[in-house]
């Protein structure tokens, strides 16, 4: 599976906006570009995931490069409930892929 | 249908011990994940299923380690000879086979060997 990389950690306040980078420089044109995130002592949650072009859901937006190689996880107005470990994920899109996390980014949010 | 359901939350055993582990996805899911967790790292893929056949183990997955899922509904986990090393958050999710389509995780079970 393709790699990514993603910083330890980031801070941010209370309402507003947390941008989350993820690299990706390995990506292949089949690898999906998933994001999860856990809350202490759940498990992991779906968040969003798109191949090329920009998506939105309720949760939150997932901004793509054009050459594909980064992502960025956008939360437009963070919450205390949105601390959490934050992970990027390629997964391929054949059918019998699998999800191979890797650490994820820790996101602080201060009230 | 209340989402992916473990049990136990918690175990504790000795060391030497056999303990299983059960997950229930959500109804209409033919594929059945196992992954392992432990302090400060993303859960590692153990082994998943689609319907009854088990499809992939990982090498983490060693001689001890068994999984089911008969019927291709519930899965168990059984973890045989318990070892320290084996404590850690035993985490079940479930999805639909087609491509893309996110996982539902469980909130875990978390183990340990004393």
């Known amino acids: 599976d393709a790699k990514t990389t993603q910083p330890n950690s980031m801070e941010s306040n209370e309402e507003e906006p947390v941008h989350l980078p993820c690299n990706h420089s390995t990506i292949s044109g089949t690898d999906y570009i998933h994001w999860y995130r856990q809350l202490p002592s759940q498990g992991p949650e779906y968040v969003i995931h798109g191949l090329t072009s920009n998506v939105n859901n309720r949760m939150a937006s997932l901004a793509i490069a054009e050459d594909r190689k980064s992502s960025t996880l956008i939360l437009h107005r963070a919450t205390l409930r949105d601390a959490a470990v934050y992970y990027c994920i390629l997964r391929d899109g054949g059918a019998n892929s699998k999800l191979t996390f890797g650490k994820g980014i820790t996101l602080s949010v201060r009230p | 249908d209340t989402g992916v359901s473990q049990d136990p939350r918690h175990k504790i055993t000795k060391r030497g011990q056999n303990v299983t582990f059960r997950c229930d996805p959500i109804?209409?899911?033919?594929?059945l994940y196992w992954y392992r967790q432990t302090l400060g790292q993303g859960p590692e893929f153990l082994t998943y299923f689609q319907n009854e056949a088990q499809l992939e183990k990982s090498r983490l997955l060693s001689d001890r380690f068994s999984a089911e899922r008969p019927k291709g509904s519930f899965s168990t986990l059984e973890i045989q000879r318990t070892e320290q090393g084996d404590s850690a958050m035993y985490l079940c999710?479930?999805?639909?086979?087609?491509?893309?389509?996110?996982?539902?995780f469980g909130s875990g079970t978390r183990l340990t060997v004393v």
């Open positions: 999710a479930s999805s639909l086979s087609t491509g893309w389509e996110g996982y539902t």
């Open positions: 109804s209409e899911h033919n594929r």
